[in-house]
């Protein structure tokens, strides 16, 4: 099987429709969404709605997935998320915020993979993984062969191997029987590891790899986007920073 993994759109209609596009041209057998698909960007309404009509094997939801389905307060997210979720709130009609509501925390494809926004320990505690010791303590909250994550918005991979758990920070892996994976699949809409192109994860269960692709989008169209709506400039500027 190859099964395309995206995260963390945040509402770049410019970097998703270059993703989807960049999909199609790998021939994978299915797709699925680690959630945040809304927040900080410009077209929420134009991501959940290619999110759906892609019918991803699964989808989970994402922190800002949940503030903005929901009616909780925001005074404890930082100011600039708070304000991009309010303004969200406003865009999205019942039916789209229903559908953000009812998405799962955790989901499952086939027995071997397990699918999370942030991690397996507290899927609703919005942990990040980022060190070597976050991936332990994930991975031991592992049931299946492979979990593949996002939150972060940074890829790299915990690979486990005889006893022990190595962190990794490549672009390709090779699994190997036996190994079990954590694997953040990047972020779509969003990066933060330096890179501004969008990132996608491809796993080929077959081929015994996990690839990491990066594509390149229309970037002023979606820094304009922001401006026009309105939003904070600082969501603007970060894209072209990869930060
Ligand atoms: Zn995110």
Redesign the pocket.
Known sequence: MRLALI??I?ANRQALEAVLADIDRQNVDAMACL??IV??GADPIACIDLIQDRAPVAVVQ???DEYVAGERSLADINPVAGLATLWTRQQLDEARRHWLASLPLTARVGDDIELV?ASLLDAAGWMYVRFLDDGVLTMAAQKARFCFY??T?RPMAFRQRDAGVEHLQDSHYDVETGDRWLVNVG?VG?PRDGDWRAAWTLLDTDAGTITLHRVEYDLEECMARILAAELPERLARRLALGQ
Do not use: A, L, V
């Open positions: 995260s963390d945040h959630g945040d927040g900080y994402g922190n800002h926004h996002g939150h918005h972020s969003q």
